[in-house]
């Protein structure tokens, strides 16, 4: 175990600088200046010059990004072009929204759609039937749509939830759900619908096998069948899709944050990049990707827990 | 009747639903009796419905029409849905993989058939750890096997748990449907001759379902042979091998490849001659369900649907030309050691 986890972190070294040189080579594409958005339409060609100077941007791009690099080796992700603020504190404060968001929806996704994989296979029938339509629909709609449905029906209509705003965990656990019940589940709908199939087809799975059948012929209950074999089972599969949702959540919350309005790193992405705010660009880029590399560990740690085939070798 | 059979399965048919509500007969009028410590070996070519058989007696698929009798009580059709398993009826199924859960440890493997059974009956279960090292050392895995993965065994080793579990709760039969398909020749022969060492020390019955006549006839004492879901022949297992007396068995023994050569090639003479344009298969009514690819096949095998009629000492043949066909031509090639059968009929 320890020796895939050093395996695994030597691993994610290049993955991240590759990620900065990819981010980098994109934003010099993107359309725009950030100086000619700073000083607006009546900019002098002069001052937009000295601006550029002044930002460092009039050097070559391999220089910059060498500044840039050194910089992170030291922790120091520069500072944003427009507030002047430090970038890491800047992305630090907003972590935890982002962070609570993809974290309820990982969880959300895994109990709600095992629960209903899992049911639509054992249960079968019309229900099942029902439960995998639902499924579909899930994996056809795109979350931002449900976003605005959501805003539209459950803080305009009902007003049973607030339709923006984030109240952080320490401030009032209470208010914190509320910000966040319907953020997760237009987040998480897609995950749900993921899981939901897979531990579907999984659980089918299981069943067909022949030590299930002794089980039930040695009157083994039923409840001791689903939860200690089939779960356990139909986990394995499970826990390698969930990764694969998690990480497409976190590029969710840049649409999900932003109808929400919610301050978390995926709405101020989105604001980084229409105002050319290259090191908060890089910098969400950093930890967009330790990110996904913290949640592929904990896949390959859970799996290596559940399948004792991983553990094994 | 010389004892009370231990398993007695009278008229059993087997439905299963095909597309557009109709349904196809799986199993179709089967009588066998399996008595107490005896081998019952059923052979049959795929899709002859062998282990319906098997999971009609198990419980596991619902019998459309007969009645299953298990020491002298009738079972229930449907008990494992109904949660009123028989433990006395143990299975061991073909596909080594499949048939252990890869997630728990063999000793939990072994152990939850026996754990089920004791709390349904008030038991102790302190005794379970030291019963399932006895069994472990029974089929010839060493101790520390209990707290190892099945990922970590060999298909012959992970059918010896198999074996381990069925017989950890003490049955009176144990299905073996396909035990031993799965794997190489050398380990089908150990995993046999394990399967008939644990019979001889606690006295199991067995139904020895496999599609290999050869395995079927080493272990067994009466052998079934079956078609389209139909019994085509009983007997003992040295009579229903030497003196085959239905087209269809002959033509099974034919289909098994012999070590020798010579052999080999005169036997694939005769399989050829066993041979006929086959016609489209009939309908399984009135007729006999081997008709159209028999060789001997008159009229009357179309028309007529053949039952069961004694050939000898304990043997029954379902074919209209019984004691009309010619002896079975292997006769004519000379054979080694095994001693030379009466021949067929006449």
């Known amino acids: 175990m320890l020796k895939l986890l050093a395996h695994r972190v030597a691993l994610s070294i290049p993955l991240v600088l590759l990620v900065s040189v990819v981010v980098f080579a994109l934003e010099s594409l993107v359309p725009g200046d950030p100086a000619r958005t700073i000083l607006g339409e009546n900019a002098t060609p002069e001052g937009i010059a000295a601006l550029h100077q002044q930002m460092g941007l009039?050097?070559?791009?391999?220089?910059?990004?060498?500044?840039?690099?050194?910089?992170?080796?030291?922790?120091?992700l520069g500072a944003s072009l427009f507030t002047g603020d430090a970038v890491t504190s800047e992305l630090n404060s907003r972590l935890g929204v982002t962070v609570s968001l993809v974290l309820c929806c990982v969880l959300v996704s895994a109990v709600a759609g095992t629960a209903l994989g899992m049911f639509s296979a054992i249960r079968g029938g019309p229900a099942a039937r029902v439960v995998d339509v639902l499924s579909l629909t899930g994996l056809a709609l795109p979350n931002f749509w449900v976003a605005i449905v959501l805003v539209a029906l459950f803080a305009v209509k009902i007003r049973l939830f607030p339709a923006t705003?984030?109240?952080?965990?320490?401030?009032?656990?209470?208010?914190?759900?509320?910000?966040?019940?319907?953020?997760?589940?237009?987040?998480?709908?897609?995950?749900?619908?993921?899981?939901?199939?897979?531990?579907?087809?999984?659980?089918?799975?299981?069943?067909?096998?022949?030590?299930?059948?002794?089980?039930?012929?040695n009157g083994v209950s039923e409840s001791r069948i689903v939860l200690k074999h089939m779960l356990r089972n139909a986990a394995i599969p499970v826990v390698t899709v969930l990764g694969v949702v998690a990480v497409s959540m976190l590029s969710g919350t840049v649409f999900v944050e932003g109808v929400f309005v919610l301050p978390g790193l995926g709405s101020l992405a989105t604001q980084a990049t229409t105002d050319h705010d290259l090191p908060v660009i890089l910098g969400i880029g950093v930890y967009f990707t330790v990110m996904v590399i913290i949640l592929n560990l904990l896949v390959d740690l859970a799996y290596g827990m559940l399948n004792p085939k991983v553990r094994a070798s | 009747m010389k004892t009370e059979p231990l398993l007695q399965v009278e008229g059993l048919c087997v439905d299963y639903p095909v597309?557009?509500?109709?349904?196809?007969?799986?199993?179709?009028?089967?009588?066998?009796?399996?008595?107490?410590?005896?081998?019952?070996?059923?052979?049959?070519?795929?899709?002859?419905?062998?282990?319906?058989?098997?999971?009609?007696?198990?419980?596991?698929?619902?019998v459309t029409a007969g009645t299953i009798r298990f020491e002298g009580r009738e079972l229930d059709p449907r008990r494992v849905r109904r949660r009123k398993p028989i433990t006395d009826i143990q299975v061991v199924f073909q596909d080594p993989v499949s048939s252990l859960d890869p997630t728990k440890t063999v000793g939990h493997t072994i152990a939850e058939p026996l754990v089920a059974k004791l709390r349904r009956e008030g038991g102790e279960t302190g005794d379970v750890r030291r019963q399932v090292a006895e069994m472990l050392d029974r089929v010839g895995l060493p101790e520390n096997a209990a707290s190892r993965y099945p990922a970590q065994f060999s298909g012959g080793q992970r059918q010896r748990i198999a074996i381990a579990r069925a017989f950890i709760v003490r049955p009176r039969l144990v299905v073996c449907d396909e035990a031993v398909s799965a794997l190489d020749l050398s380990v089908q022969a150990q995993i046999l001759n394990l399967l008939t060492d644990v019979q001889r020390d606690l006295g199991v019955s067995y139904l020895f379902i496999s599609h290999d006549l050869s395995v079927v006839e080493h272990?067994?004492?009466?052998?079934?042979?079956?078609?389209?879901?139909?019994?085509?022949?009983?007997?003992?297992?040295?009579?229903?091998?030497?003196?085959?007396?239905?087209?269809?068995?002959?033509?099974?023994?034919?289909?098994?490849?012999?070590?020798?050569?010579?052999?080999?090639?005169?036997?694939?003479?005769?399989?050829?001659?066993?041979?006929?344009e086959p016609k489209a298969a009939a309908p399984l009514g009135d007729s006999c369900p081997f008709a159209h690819r028999c060789r001997f096949a008159v009229d009357r095998c179309l028309q007529e649907r053949p039952v069961l009629q004694p050939t000898g000492a304990d043997g029954a043949v379902a074919c209209h030309r019984h004691g009309e066909l010619p002896s079975d031509a292997e006769d004519d090639v000379p054979r080694e050691p095994r001693s030379t059968a009466t021949g067929g009929s006449k």
């Open chain 1, 165 to 217: 705003g984030y109240v952080a965990l320490a401030e009032s656990p209470g208010h914190w759900v509320r910000s966040l019940v319907l953020p997760v589940i237009a987040l998480s709908l897609f995950g749900v619908t993921a899981v939901a199939k897979q531990a579907r087809d999984a659980t089918l799975e299981v069943q067909d096998t022949d030590y299930i059948r002794v089980l039930r012929g």
């Open chain 1, 58 to 76: 009039d050097q070559p791009w391999l220089e910059r990004y060498w500044h840039w690099l050194s910089g992170l080796f030291h922790g120091d």
């Open chain 2, 19 to 62: 597309r557009r509500r109709r349904r196809f007969r799986a199993v179709d009028s089967v009588d066998l009796t399996v008595a107490p410590g005896e081998t019952l070996g059923v052979v049959g070519e795929s899709g002859s419905g062998k282990s319906t058989i098997a999971k009609a007696i198990l419980g596991i698929t619902p």
């Open chain 2, 219 to 276: 272990v067994s004492d009466r052998v079934l042979v079956l078609y389209r879901g139909r019994v085509m022949e009983t007997g003992s297992a040295a009579s229903v091998v030497q003196s085959p007396q239905h087209p269809y068995t002959r033509a099974l023994l034919a289909a098994a490849p012999v070590h020798d050569p010579l052999r080999q090639r005169q036997r694939r003479e005769l399989r050829a001659s066993y041979r006929i």
